[in-house]
């Protein structure tokens, strides 16, 4: 079970305790606030799987293996990290936006050829994403699924929710469209902090086996970061592997005469 069928439960339950007890207005509405505050952190934290089964590391936490991650693109900045990359004969997986695809299908392409892995990011990545139906949010899923099976000739079955945000209605879209939810357990937040320095440092610290990093290809101060970071991991031992490789699952959807689609 879920945790927030967990919590939904404990609610009930003490909302009955407080009144069969003839509890003060007070205590009704310290319920609901706590309850509320959990909900919301749920919602915005993936590694807590609270409505959905978010896979943020790998079980492996012995071998000196990560995965690296971008979202948001293809940007024309995208090109600029995969340089990188392959100078460090680095993989890493991007969950990439329909609407971004549609603007630059030759990176996607690029993308797929050089070796790394692509996950899906929505179509819109609207800000109100956490408002929308299900129905909207497994459209969206599947528009995106298409336009990437159209440029790159696989069907991804690997999804990341627009802003790490989950709740009920993307729960239900993501096992409707039978999609395995990435999440991550270092957030760079490269789209945030100013200086790279710092960004990088964030993330120096955190980096055990088996982490999977958030980064984002929208940005200049990324294309620095990601090359003193793959210096780091390389002094270190660290291989760099696609979300497939690294947790040992298929991110691609196979056909009944074993072919990828
Ligand atoms: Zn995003």
Not at 21 to 37: N, R
Not at 192 to 220: N, Y
Not at 226 to 254: H, N, P, R, V
């Amino acid at each position: 079970m879920l945790r927030h069928k967990y919590s939904v439960f404990i609610f009930f339950i003490l909302l009955a305790f407080l009144f069969f007890t003839k509890a003060s207005v007070l205590l009704y509405v310290l319920l609901f606030l706590a309850f509320l505050a959990i909900t919301s952190w749920g919602a915005f934290d993936i590694r807590l799987n609270y409505f959905s089964k978010n896979i943020c590391q790998s079980n492996n936490k012995i071998d000196k293996e990560i995965a690296i991650t971008f979202d948001d693109g293809p940007h024309e900045k995208t090109e600029e990290i995969l340089d990188i990359l392959l100078k460090y004969n680095a993989k890493a997986t991007f969950f990439c936006i329909g609407k971004q695809i549609e603007k630059y299908p030759q990176i996607l392409k690029r993308i797929v050829a050089e070796g790394h892995n692509i996950g899906n990011h929505s179509y819109s990545h609207s800000n109100w994403n956490g408002f929308f139906s299900s129905q909207k949010i497994a459209s969206e899923i599947e528009q995106t699924r298409e336009l990437i099976s159209q440029i790159a000739h696989n069907k991804t079955r690997l999804y990341r929710p627009p802003f790490g945000v989950t709740n009920p209605n993307i729960a239900h879209a993501i096992s409707k469209t039978n999609q395995v939810v990435i999440g991550w357990n270092i957030r760079s937040l490269d789209t945030v902090i100013e200086s790279e320095v710092l960004i990088f440092e964030r993330i120096k610290k955190r980096v055990k086996p088996g982490s999977i990093i958030l980064l984002h290809d929208t940005s200049a101060k990324t294309v620095w970061v990601l090359e003193q970071l793959l210096l780091f991991l390389q002094s270190e031992g660290y291989k760099t592997k696609t979300i497939e490789q690294l947790l040992d699952i298929q991110a691609y959807e196979i056909t009944n005469n074993n072919e990828f689609v």
